[in-house]
């Protein structure tokens, strides 16, 4: 098993406390009361170096902790091989399906899940899931599901971090100026709404396609200009001249049949996608959107600032406690209100966020 002190050598002089003040609070309080013990988890979150400080929690909680890696979810490869060198235990999606017969191969206590990655996984308390996408592998489950998507701490990542996760990914590909460019968003969902708001602060003209009755009131006061996605003519009209076009609508070929596909892939215009799914659909070659279709912000060494993921990581961490203390609760479970609020207030007291909390209303 890999020992604490090791994640500390790893994580040396990259992070001060007021990065992380969710997981530090989960950590001083769970070193001291250790409400995991002996509990096994296995955790699915993408693996990268912030990563290493929700194993820590866990790990001072008192957990047996596994780490789950899987070909669909974006890890850094060389941080794997390491930890794997440093004692820490993996289990890979392949060995779901291979373990289906065995007792207990693949059973732990908690899933803590990405993407559904590992949904085929048994699970004795049941299952905390991180994203949207993930919330299809688990719908007509019968399983008992803590969404961590579904609160209002996730917006802090998805709002705020995958917005300027984007930002940061163009900036080191060479693409830094937005003042006064077009830039298309498909999609005014969390991402989405992230995106819109931080191309606001870059100064650039941001559009939408999306379902006008769904935009959020944040983007409406931004003064954007919204199409509406089922009307086509409107929306090849919208993507004249554009600068650069993202998706995030969280839908598998999304823009498929509904953008004038061989114009878009003749034009100029930068495409990006910062969806898990291929949301341009086939008619739109891989080679033609940066970085092959994947995630755009996975290109960066830290893909969400720890500082915004923070809390998220936190509650899903509390997401496997609550679920072994609240058994009766059973199907898709939205996060307590007096479990985020506790992490929403020592984010707010003691991180470094505190202003950009406001444009969420958190």
């Known amino acids: 098993m890999m020992r604490i002190e090791e994640i500390d050598r790893l994580l040396a002089g990259r992070y001060t406390e007021r990065d992380y003040p969710a997981l530090g609070y989960q950590m001083r309080s769970w070193q001291k009361e250790r409400p995991l013990e002996g509990m096994t988890i296995l955790d699915a979150t993408p693996i990268f170096r912030n990563t290493l400080l929700k194993y820590r929690a866990l790990l001072l909680g008192g957990a047996r902790l596994t ?22 235990p993996m289990f890979r999606a392949e060995q779901v399906h291979a373990a289906q017969g065995a007792a207990e191969e693949g059973l732990f206590d908690v899933v803590l899940d ?16 991180l994203t949207r996408s993930g919330a299809k592998a688990y719908r007509d489950s019968g399983k008992r599901v803590f969404m ?9 990542e998805t709002c705020l971090g995958t917005g300027e996760s984007f930002f940061r990914a163009m900036r080191q590909l060479g693409y830094s100026d937005w003042k006064n460019r077009k830039l298309v968003v498909f999609g005014s969902g969390k991402v989405g709404t992230g995106l819109i708001l931080q191309g606001i602060r870059q100064g650039a003209w941001v559009s939408v396609v ?15 200009h919204a199409v509406d996605y089922r009307d086509a003519r409107e929306v090849a ?11 995030a609508t969280g839908v598998r070929n999304a823009l498929e049949g509904r953008v004038p596909a061989e114009r878009l892939i003749a034009s100029d215009t930068l495409l990006a996608n910062m969806g898990v799914e291929d949301e341009y659909g086939p008619s739109i070659p891989a080679e ?69 909390l406001a444009l969420l209303f958190l």
Request: charged residues 25%; hydrophobic residues 40%; aromatic residues 4%.
């Open 237 to 247: 009209a919208l993507l004249d001249g554009a600068y650069a076009v993202v998706t």
């Open 148 to 156: 961590a998507d579904d609160g209002r701490i996730k917006q802090i």
């Open 67 to 88: 780490v789950g890696v899987s070909d669909m979810l974006p890890n850094d490869a060389v941080l794997v091989q390491e930890l794997e060198r440093l004692g820490m």
């Open 210 to 224: 999306t379902d006008p009755a769904t935009l959020d009131a944040r983007v409406r006061r931004g003064v954007v």
């Open 288 to 356: 033609r959107v940066l970085q092959h279709k994947s995630p755009l912000n996975f290109i960066l060494d830290e893909p969400t600032h720890l500082k915004y993921i923070d809390a998220t990581m936190a509650l899903h961490n509390a997401g496997a406690l609550w679920l072994s203390r609240h058994r009766e609760a059973q199907g898709l479970i939205l996060p307590p209100d007096e479990v985020e609020r506790e992490l929403l207030e020592v984010t707010r007291r003691e991180g470094i966020i505190d202003e950009e």
């Open 114 to 129: 990405c993407a559904g990655a590992f949904s085929a996984c048994q699970a004795r308390s049941g299952y905390v899931e």
